[in-house]
């Protein structure tokens, strides 16, 4: 039943040069996932960046410092491995020892309209992340009933309609896409 979605993760892995690519949902959650496997207490990272991240530090209990940092295609939580490469999906872009979080929403350089991926090198932390992402799952183990013991996780699976357009459209994405600027997102205040 998820034939395409490790079809998918193969070929992205082999695009990016990284041994292992896991499919989610969104940018934001794949973030979400490598971030709760890392544990970080502190971290800091760019001003300008999406909304969902910020508020994403507040629901992990992570605190933050917003700094600076100008960037294009994708920055680093420092801190952490993580990596936010939501605009920038290029042959060979894999950094060493990183979890990179890619975007496929629209206005990105793989447009399947909605998903993520998180490529990265670390065979403990893609078996974690991989259950993590769809309920604690196996997705080998089919049907589900025959898995014993699940982890915790949560419920930011990709669908297979979203993975084969991601195999249709991987051998000719746009590696350059039109650059989006932020806004300072130091002159807000989270609420709650």
């Given at each position: 039943?998820?034939?395409?979605?490790?079809?998918?993760?193969?070929?992205?892995?082999?695009?990016?040069?990284?041994?292992?690519?896991?499919?989610?949902?969104c940018?934001?959650?794949?973030?979400?996932?490598?971030l709760?496997?890392?544990?970080?207490?502190?971290?800091?990272?760019?001003?300008?960046?999406?909304?969902?991240?910020?508020?994403?530090?507040?629901?992990?209990?992570?605190?933050?410092?917003?700094i600076?940092?100008?960037w294009?295609?994708?920055?680093?939580?420092?801190?952490?491995?993580?990596?936010?490469?939501?605009?920038?999906?290029?042959?060979?872009?894999?950094?060493?020892?990183?979890m990179?979080?890619?975007?496929?929403?629209?206005?990105?350089?793989?447009?399947?309209?909605?998903?993520?991926?998180?490529?990265?090198?670390?065979?403990?932390?893609?078996?974690?992340?991989?259950?993590?992402?769809?309920?604690?799952?196996?997705?080998?183990?089919?049907?589900?009933?025959?898995?014993?013991?699940?982890?915790?996780?949560?419920?930011?699976?990709?669908?297979?309609?979203?993975?084969?357009?991601?195999?249709e459209?991987?051998?000719?994405?746009?590696?350059?896409?039109?650059?989006?600027?932020?806004?300072?997102?130091?002159?807000?205040?989270?609420?709650?």
């Amino acid at each position: 039943m998820f034939k395409k979605i490790f079809e998918f993760e193969t070929k992205l892995a082999e695009y990016t040069g990284a041994p292992y690519a896991i499919m989610t949902d969104c940018c934001t959650h794949a973030i979400e996932l490598c971030l709760r496997y890392e544990r970080p207490d502190n971290l800091a990272f760019t001003a300008f960046t999406y909304l969902s991240i910020p508020m994403l530090m507040h629901k992990l209990g992570i605190e933050y410092r917003l700094i600076p940092e100008d960037w294009t295609g994708e920055y680093q939580f420092h801190g952490s491995r993580v990596w936010d490469s939501a605009r920038r999906l290029e042959r060979g872009m894999y950094k060493s020892g990183q979890m990179q979080c890619l975007s496929f929403g629209y206005g990105k350089p793989l447009q399947i309209g909605r998903g993520g991926a998180i490529i990265l090198n670390d065979p403990k932390a893609y078996k974690d992340i991989s259950q993590q992402r769809y309920d604690g799952r196996d997705l080998r183990i089919s049907p589900w009933e025959e898995q014993k013991t699940f982890h915790v996780g949560y419920h930011y699976k990709p669908t297979i309609e979203e993975a084969e357009k991601g195999i249709e459209l991987l051998p000719n994405i746009n590696e350059r896409p039109k650059y989006v600027s932020y806004p300072d997102l130091r002159n807000i205040e989270i609420i709650g």
